[in-house]
């Protein structure tokens, strides 16, 4: 398996407070990812990360900002909490070199729930 | 831009039947299709992906794949469903090569029922 991990696993705030995910990986990949997943919706991308410190919106960013500092490091932060981001959120990572290029390796996922 | 359509978000088969989940894409230049499997509680796995060569993909646990691209498609197929199968799987395109904008769009998944 590759080297992801996330934390915490679970987590339960209230609406309106601050909370950050976190994605940890061993495997040096260039790209990294955060999801969320909720029923009937799939996976959708909520920001990602090309390089330290270069990052872009996905396609259901807003209410989440993101942060690398490092490349082994992917941070998702709710700036306040709502009931609506309550979800399961997934890291991933991914690179385009050697013969496993081109797959995302996602992480086990936390389970938020705000509310 | 890059999309797919998962048809059908619940498939039911008898152990032992072929199992045959369906996915088609949409992208103005030649894709990089995957499906991915989830089990309960857990994150995605590839099962297999296409990117150039040979349009019949084999994968793990005897999933296999072929890229149609006159129909669009990347439909998955298995010829015989083991109990083991039950999960929800997703197909997933992605039209970039690197750069800053290599990212994924997945389908909506489609959750297969393995009965016995």
């Known amino acids: 398996d590759a080297g992801i991990t996330q934390s915490p696993r679970h987590k339960v705030t209230e609406t309106g407070t601050p909370v950050t995910l976190r994605c940890h990986q061993t495997e040096n990949h260039r790209y990294m990812y955060w999801y969320r997943q909720d029923p009937g919706h799939g996976l959708r991308l909520i920001h990602y990360s090309y390089g330290v410190k270069d990052t872009d919106k996905g396609e259901v960013s807003d209410g989440y900002s993101v942060s690398r500092s490092k490349t082994e490091d992917f941070l998702l932060t709710l700036e306040s909490a709502t009931s609506s981001q309550t979800s399961v959120y997934f890291c991933a990572i991914g690179d385009l070199a050697g013969p496993l290029g081109d797959t995302q390796y996602f992480g086990p996922g936390t389970r938020l729930t705000v509310l | 831009a ?115």
């Open chain 2, 2 to 116: 890059q999309s797919v359509t998962q048809l059908g978000s619940h498939v039911s088969v008898s152990e032992g039947a072929l199992v045959l989940l369906r996915c088609n894409y949409s992208s103005s230049v030649p894709p990089y299709l995957f499906w991915y499997v989830q089990y309960p509680n857990q994150g995605l796995q590839l099962l297999l992906k296409y990117t150039t060569g040979a349009t019949l993909v084999k994968g793990i646990n005897g999933f296999e794949a072929e890229f149609k691209k006159s129909e669009t498609s990347f439909h998955l197929t298995k010829p015989s469903a083991h109990m083991s199968d039950a999960a929800e799987y997703f197909c997933a395109v992605t039209l970039s090569r690197g750069g800053s904008n290599y990212k994924l769009t997945f389908g909506k998944g489609t959750l297969l029922t393995v009965n016995p």
